[in-house]
């Protein structure tokens, strides 16, 4: 296995997911899903390998297979693009023979609608009724297959986002309205709603603009943690030989990577990458490794995401709040309760309301900065981003 940071990894090669993996195929057998994780943990590739298995299932009929449709819908920037992509992708499995008498060819027949090579460019006129379109597209999915479809939304948050600012709020709304519809509608019907960015700050936007509905209450939420330390360790172990990297204890230097960056794939992909340049690997030079990474200019790792996102999906008021509590808590080594934090909070900005405190101290805990023990205290999730945070902010 070579080391690839950020690069598409294959199935076979996803390390330490298999029973998480298995817990979302549970979850599948009766809802729709939610699926919430730091970016670069391993979402996508999750996904691929999940795709993966339900290939490897068809020629097997006596294990349930479904019918998966994965898209990346990072660049879509209207309901119109998101529509024409999915009549590209479920075209194929209507019935040759019904393709002229479904419904949504009846709908499309008003508009003198254009398909080149299988894909659907709609016309500017239709509007408003995409939302039509893409009930007529999943009714006509649903009457013409058996197997269970499965929608992996991948970058969902992201598409909502792009709506949002090139069409408005309300365009959102009713693309987020009409999955949920769809998902009472036909109950076999399954989506995964994953991406970069969370959801739940794409629906507070919402919120701000008098969205009242709860479009996602249907669907089980679930996190994606990084890979538990043995699970971590042997991605290193797998890396470290794969790309025949010389060291003397190579037990010793897995593990070492593994515990440095809290079992994060993309982290352990990108030290490996660095040490194919060193002669002979000690766990020196992997704790050295990291304290560059942390300081390092060009920010390969991608670290100063953790403060640049509190500025685009926080207010102003957040953002000042949000920083200060994440320094309190980076400065110290034990966790701290809430009275606690609102107190040092308090003498180093004008505060008074703890309400205030306890909601960001919960939009925290959903961006996966800090975590809470059952006692009630909070503390950073990972120690790599409290360490880089402690260096960062001073």
């Known amino acids: 296995m070579k080391a690839n940071p950020g690069g ?81 992708e479920i075209q194929p499995y209507l019935s040759p023979l019904q393709k002229n008498t479904t419904r949504i060819s009846k709908f499309l027949s008003k508009f003198g609608e254009i398909e080149i090579a299988g894909i659907l460019k709609l016309p500017k006129i239709i509007g408003d009724s995409w939302k039509i379109l893409l009930n007529e597209l999943i009714s006509d999915l649903m009457e013409n297959q058996t197997d269970t479809p499965i929608f992996f939304f991948d970058e969902f948050p992201m598409m909502l986002d792009n709506i949002v600012i090139d069409h408005g709020e309300k365009a959102a709304m009713e693309m987020l309205d009409v999955l949920r519809a769809l998902r009472q509608t036909y109950p076999k019907l399954r989506m995964i709603y994953t991406g970069s960015i969370g959801l739940h700050h794409v629906i507070r936007k919402l919120k701000k603009a008098g969205y009242a509905n709860d479009p996602t209450n249907d669907m089980q939420i679930i996190d994606v943690s990084p890979l538990a330390i043995d699970d971590a360790q042997d991605l290193a172990l797998k890396l470290l030989k794969g790309e025949n990297i010389s060291t003397q204890n190579l037990e010793e230097v897995a593990k070492a990577i593994a515990e440095n960056v809290d079992g994060f794939p993309f982290y352990i992909h990108g030290i490996v990458s660095e040490l194919k340049q060193h002669k002979d690997v000690d766990v020196k030079n992997v704790n050295e490794l990291v304290n560059e990474k942390l300081v390092e200019g060009n920010d390969s790792w991608h670290l100063g995401h953790y403060e640049s996102r509190i500025h685009k999906y926080y207010s102003s008021d957040e953002s000042k709040i949000s920083l200060i509590i994440l320094d309190i808590l980076a400065s110290t080594d034990k966790p701290l309760p809430l009275d606690e934090i609102f107190n040092l909070l308090k003498s180093k900005m004008p505060i008074e309301d703890k309400e205030i405190v306890r909601k960001i101290l919960k939009l925290l805990q959903q961006d996966h900065y800090i975590t809470r023990q059952t006692d009630g205290c909070f503390h950073f999730r990972l120690s790599i981003i409290k360490r880089f945070w402690k260096i960062n902010r001073g």
């Open 8 to 88: 598409y990894i294959e199935p076979t090669n996803v390390v330490g997911r298999d029973d998480f993996i298995k817990t979302i195929w549970n979850i599948l057998e009766q809802q729709s899903l939610v699926l919430t994780a730091e970016r670069r943990i391993g979402k996508t590739s999750i996904l691929n390998k999940m795709e993966a298995e339900n290939k490897a299932l068809q020629n097997n009929s006596f294990l349930k297979k479904h019918l998966i449709f994965k898209g990346d819908l990072e660049g879509f920037r209207s309901p119109l693009e998101f529509v024409e992509w999915l009549y590209k």
